[in-house]
């Protein structure tokens, strides 16, 4: 045990390391000082309250304790330790007075859920955690990635909990805690059984509320953060009293890193969306203005929006805001780790209060900055888009398949679904983190199926619809539709026969997650001006709509997006519905001619009208296109 039984009880109530009488500075939520027992003159001895009562410990020489062991070691080293502890409890004052005017008769029951019993259940369980993190060679291993020593992490009471609750429960029953009370203030300590990373979570009086798990395993997506004891969820982690100016991050080890860095009223919304009941309990801390650091993300109008949401909050408490977004790929706790903690107080100090055109004007200025530092590190000789390996001139002409709104058709019509199924293979065969969502309007979704079979083997999609005579084609066969199993299972294709709905938040609400979770996504629709709904005169016309409801899905997804539909070619050029031709980014047309297939790419709005013009070649068996 990190404390022992003769004085835990005195420890938590009001000894504070303001009673040594030596210097100390504020460094974060912690205190800080010279140590006494390898360098006065370096400040790097922290005085915490992570584990339920005030500790010290020396991040350079390791030396540790409680304010009773300071005080053995720094005033009363020259006596024998059952005289210096006596002293040492006679300096921090009586503890038979400290009890009376604290007695647990007097208290409120509230007090008492939110400082007594759940505390001394919670604080013994962050306890148990931290020793069980000393012992762990995975949590020293993860700590170490993330940039964190045990020694530090001990500050902030992080431990290590296997998932097995035996072991707490008989630790809780030699510390004076019975089973039954774990398992009414712990209620999900038996719900996760994964090891995982535990982080303590207090409120502005210093009680912990809750205790927080992370999974050690980032390769295991589900349940990534979890609460070990239901609790407000509402309350800033890491959030301090008398805090005037706090800022907000998102993540746990975003708060942890800039408050070990000495950075004050750090707090995280622990990845939740903020909202006025956090910014409530940060103007009871004192809070006059706060500021917002998000992480970048894709949908940057959507994020924009975001920030006015906050910025209307803000004012409807009388506090003032500053937003600022990070450069892409940037997190606070990299940031901080990367630039120091002046450069992120200096960053807050430069930006200007939040006003909706001085947002708008700082949200544009970092735009144009990041568009022009993501384009001075892309090399000449490298593609910004998805590469096609089946068409290199192509990936050459367009410098690969990038964000945008294109628009494919052909004559003969049924071209442009051979073209796009071809295009569909290329992507996901070129680009290994790719992920293409295949939508058919037209065709059954087990034509598709075949279609892709063939296309893999060159062999006519009849062929693979039935067993062969040939035991080398059903290899062959089994082979690509294992292939095509495999993206399926590895999440890199999906093919549908319809969309839930046209309607355009429906489709947010169905594309954002997969956005998160694949970057890299594609989407290729077949047929969108080709499906009926209604002939109900009150309707506007439909393939109006549905071309808008996909430009604004672009605009919102900033993904590449092909649609395949109907033009028709005459004396006047390309003619179809109006939204494509004047909305998409480039329309492809294949054109059967005298002399073979013409595949041109041409657009209004990339410089030039005439991108691209090649032969394509046809494989007579599976269809499959490539340049000739």
Known sequence: MLIDQEHADYMRTKAHPRQLGIPLSRWGRNLIACCPFHSPEETSLFFYDALGYWRYRCLQCGAEGDLVDFLMRSRFNGMDEQSARSEAFDFLGSLDKEMAANSQDSEHPWVKEVGGEKSKVLECFVRYCHWAACKSPSTAKY???????????????IGYYSGDPEPFISYGMLSGIERHQISFYLDNLEAYHEPRITIPARNSKGYIHSVYGRLIDD???S??????????????????????????????FDALTADLAGIPGVVSTMYQELNINHLYKLKACGAE?????LRREQDRREQELRIQKYLKMAEQLHMSLKSIILPKGDTVDKFVRKNGADQLIELISATEVDTIHSHRRSMLLQDIKENFDTAMACPPDQSVGYKLNTFPKLTKEIDGVQSGCFFVSSKPFSHKTIFLSSLTLDLIQSNPNLKVIYVAYETPRRQIFDRFVSMLIGESILTVRKQNANN?????????????????????????????????NDL???????????PDLVLVIDGIDHLKIADRPELPDIHEKRSSVMLDLYKALDIPIFLGGELIDSNMGLLGPRA????????YWLAQKDDGLTLTVDSKRLGTSHIYEDKISIDPQSSRMQEA
């Open 508 to 518: 947010l609400k169905t594309f954002r997650p997969e956005l998160k979770e694949h």
């Open 143 to 157: 700590l170490e990635n993330r940039g964190w020593s045990i020694g530090q992490a001990q500050l902030y009471g």
């Open 472 to 504: 080398e084609i059903n290899q062959k066969v089994m082979e690509a539709t294992r292939e095509l199993m495999n993206y399926v299972r590895n999440n890199r294709l999906e093919i549908w026969e319809d969309m839930p709905s046209l309607d355009f």
């Open 219 to 221: 390769n295991d997506k």
């Open 289 to 293: 203005t706060f500021t917002v650091i």
């Open 223 to 252: 349940h990534t953060y979890i609460t070990y004891a239901s609790g407000p969820t509402v309350i800033p982690f890491n959030i301090q009293a008398d805090s005037e100016n706090p800022i907000i991050v998102e993540g746990f």
């Open 580 to 587: 494509y031709l004047r909305d998409s980014d480039a329309i």
